[in-house]
């Protein structure tokens, strides 16, 4: 909840696909309006593909030595963030969004190239642009990554709100760069 207390937690057993793809759906997903300017648009909260594409980025990805789970933590009203034991490429996220870090050397070769084959994710390097570009066209914040030595998360803001959202609003025609760059010197 909003104090930080646990109000709800779920173990889901069995098929990693069914219990990614139940996760997805079990996620509070409401509607929101967004007003672009002659029309309004009304848009889900969270895109199930990305929600589904970052469980499945943190299964395929993830550093099965270190033990853990994927978890997946929703604060509600809020955002959805999935964790993952691991690390990460010695890149920012914003290389990816930005389409210049197109590949990155993988501890699961073989699991991602089953994942790939069955048609789970895609084996182009577009999912963390993807994210990026699914936030941008809701007008929404952009992804926030932590990234530790041992734990890689990504967290999807649930609410349309800050200084991104104000300037995705007024700069319709910003470039996925100058967004990501936005954000970075929105850090400093």
Do not use: C, W
């Amino acid at each position: 909840d909003v104090d930080g207390s646990l109000t709800d937690s779920r173990t889901i057993n069995g098929s990693m696909v069914l219990a990614i793809r139940k996760i997805a759906s079990i996620i509070s997903n409401s509607t929101v309006k967004i007003d672009d300017g002659n029309e309004q648009t009304f848009v889900s909260t969270y895109r199930v593909a990305s929600l589904t594409e970052a469980m499945f980025n943190a299964l395929q990805h993830q550093d099965y030595t270190m033990g853990g789970t994927i978890d997946v933590i929703e604060r509600e009203n809020e955002s959805v963030t999935v964790f993952s034991r691991g690390s990460f490429p010695d890149v920012p996220p914003e290389i990816f969004a930005k389409g210049q870090g197109q590949t990155m050397a993988s501890r699961n070769a073989y699991l991602i190239k089953i994942m790939t084959e069955i048609g789970l994710v895609t084996n182009n390097g577009s999912g963390i642009r993807n994210f990026y570009l699914n936030q941008i066209h809701k007008h929404f914040p952009l992804p926030r990554y932590n990234i530790t030595e041992d734990t890689v998360s990504v967290t999807f803001p649930g609410r349309r709100e800050g200084s991104i959202s104000r300037a995705l609003d007024v700069h319709r025609n910003m470039e996925v760069a100058d967004r990501s760059e936005e954000r970075r010197v929105g850090k400093e």
